[in-house]
């Protein structure tokens, strides 16, 4: 098993040993290194889910491995027969992440000459990522921890002659790194990651097809971004900005009611006081500066907020939004004057 973490442009490598019968522990006999030399995204995938790339290669041994036969000694490398990977976040729980796929070629030899670098396929879905995004919210700017454990067996092959000589157990080891934060953001913009999948299945299919969706995710990435890099405070004034582009001075109730009137009053009543209620917690719990404060020397008083409270109102800007957005597509929304989005902005 071995630990490995990878910063942009740093190489990583993780030593193979062998394991005898009965060994507890590692090994001592060191027989190979794997180098990682980069994570990235290529464009692969398998069936339709999109996949990242760990690009490894293998390096020759200090000294050649060898056994004893006899009085001899008998240089020996080793080709793996059964490789297995799997990628573990570094926290309390454990949670493995994702599935990592090793085909013929990524099963690179131990020991040989040095072998063109090869790709294992690192299957990371979505739930896998919201994963990762609950373990580092307590240190949201912190590098990202992973441990990768990887093990199999392999053929033992007389280096000079060719000739089989058994099949052995491998492990790896490798001291702890972490993955640089700007790189894991770019790599789930590359995976097109965008609402953890918990929030998604609240919604129902009629309202994840409709087109407002898709719109409120892509007008409240500025929110999930400063989410998850632990700007709670910015995350909020991020879902009031959006609402605000819908509304003039969303926190108050009349402002929606004045364009709904197309609605029955008790209907149009119910939906302002829903969406100035989720602008009116943005705004009081954001620190925004309300449009009476806007010349003032001092915004509202700063209110305490927990990762997790910030974390709802995120999800609860996504649904409001959406049934905003919704209503304004259907023409009950009405639009926000030339005057007054002259004054917002």
Known sequence: MFSFS????????????????????????????FSIRDIGFSGQSLDIQKCLDIEVETHPAVRPFT???????????FSWLQLKVE????????????????????????????????????EVRPEDMEVIEQARANQPNAPIHFQI????????????????????????????????LSHWERLMQSMEYKLPP??????????????SWAEATRRLEGARSHHRAGE????LRECLDT???????????????????????????????LFSGVATYCNKIGHHRSREERNASDDLQQMPLDHWEADLAVGA?????????????????????APEALNRS
């Not at 309390?92 to 294992?120: F, Y």
């Not at 918990?198 to 087109?211: E, Q």
């Not at 957005?325 to 023409?331: H, I, Q, S």
């Open 6 to 33: 990878y910063y942009q442009g740093v190489t990583t490598d993780a030593n193979i040993y062998l394991v005898k019968p009965g060994d507890q522990q590692y090994s001592s006999e060191k027989v190979g290194c």
């Open 67 to 77: 056994i004893k036969n006899g009085d001899a000694e008998i240089e020996v490398t």
């Open 87 to 122: 990628i573990w976040i570094r926290s309390i729980p454990r949670h493995r992440i994702g599935h990592v796929h090793v085909d013929q070629k990524g099963m690179l030899p131990m020991g040989a000459t040095r072998s063109t670098p090869a790709n294992w396929l690192w």
């Open 149 to 180: 454990e990887i093990n199999g067996i392999a053929k033992m092959i007389n280096t000079a002659t060719g000739q089989f000589l058994d099949i052995v157990p491998l492990r790896g080891n490798s001291p702890q790194h972490a993955v640089e």
């Open 198 to 211: 918990t929030h998604v299945t609240l919604a129902g299919l009629s309202s994840l097809r409709h087109p």
């Open 232 to 235: 709670d405070y910015d995350a």
């Open 243 to 273: 609402l605000e582009s819908l509304v003039s001075r969303p926190y108050a109730a009349k402002a929606w009611e004045d364009r709904l009137k197309t609605l029955p009053d008790q209907k149009a009543t119910g939906l302002a006081e």
């Open 317 to 337: 800007a996504q649904f409001v939004t959406t049934y905003a957005l919704r209503l304004r597509m259907a023409g009950v929304l009405a639009e926000v004057s």
